[in-house]
């Protein structure tokens, strides 16, 4: 069974810093990883998608690689802002189906 | 943009009850999905749909039942709601069967179950 992990549960950094995500998984089976943010209360926003043949994904001030071999992805956010305080999700999605394996999330808090 | 609906932001029954929650979604999607969300746990599969009238069992179907007459509509069934079924509920839904498309969610339905 896919088994995705996030550490850590939840982190603050200073508003400026470099925010780095890590996300783990267990079958590199997968046919993409897809990040998400979540703010309190709310639904799921899709951030980027990596596909499975691919090695990063950037949009904006994100940036996402993949490693599928050793079963890692990273999300680094460039010069975090407050606006960035949410809850990000990591999920694979199983080879073979639609269906995501969500981690637990990394709760950040950037402070002014 | 892609508009993922669900009925109620709230919504409060008691045990025993029969509760439907309702997801519509505006752009056409094959691929429907039913979560629920609590602390500690994450994100768990309740349910999926790959078209009309399809549907498949997730991680924890049990206790739920879905229906989907309609493409644009999933609905979710709690045929006797239980305390423990208390929860966030999240709606997805995401276009046909090729594996490369975001999940695009709704805002989410909090149920507490009294």
């Known amino acids: 069974k896919q088994e995705v992990t996030q550490i850590p549960a939840a982190l603050s950094v200073p508003e400026g810093e470099n925010l780095v995500l890590n996300c783990s998984f267990t079958d590199s089976a997968i046919y993409n990883l897809q990040w998400f943010r979540q703010d309190p209360g709310k639904g799921l926003t899709s951030l980027l998608l990596?596909?499975?043949?691919?090695r990063e994904q950037t949009s904006g001030r994100l940036n996402a690689s993949l490693d599928k071999s050793s079963g890692r992805s990273t999300l680094y956010i460039a010069a975090s802002q407050p606006g960035d305080s949410a809850t990000y999700l990591c999920?694979?999605?199983?080879?073979?189906?639609?269906?995501?394996?969500f981690g637990k999330g990394n709760q950040v808090v950037v402070i002014p | 943009d892609v508009k993922v609906t669900q009925s109620s932001r709230y919504l409060v029954k008691r045990t025993g009850e029969k509760v439907f929650l309702e997801c519509v979604q505006d752009?056409?999607?094959?691929?429907m999905f039913w979560y629920r969300q609590d602390p500690g746990l994450g994100l768990r599969l309740i349910y999926f749909s790959y078209d009309v009238k399809m549907k498949e069992k997730g991680d924890i179907p049990e206790g739920y039942s879905v229906s989907r007459e309609k493409k644009e509509r999933f609905s979710l069934i709690l045929e006797s709601a239980s305390t423990n079924q208390t929860s966030m509920y999240l709606c997805?839904?995401?276009?046909?069967?090729?594996?490369?498309?975001?999940?695009?969610f709704g805002d989410g339905t909090r149920l507490s179950i009294l």
């Open positions: 999920a694979v999605s199983l080879y073979g189906n639609n269906r995501l394996a």
């Open positions: 752009m056409d999607h094959e691929n």
């Open positions: 997805a839904s995401s276009p046909d069967r090729g594996f490369n498309q975001p999940q695009h």
């Open positions: 990596i596909q499975s043949s691919q």
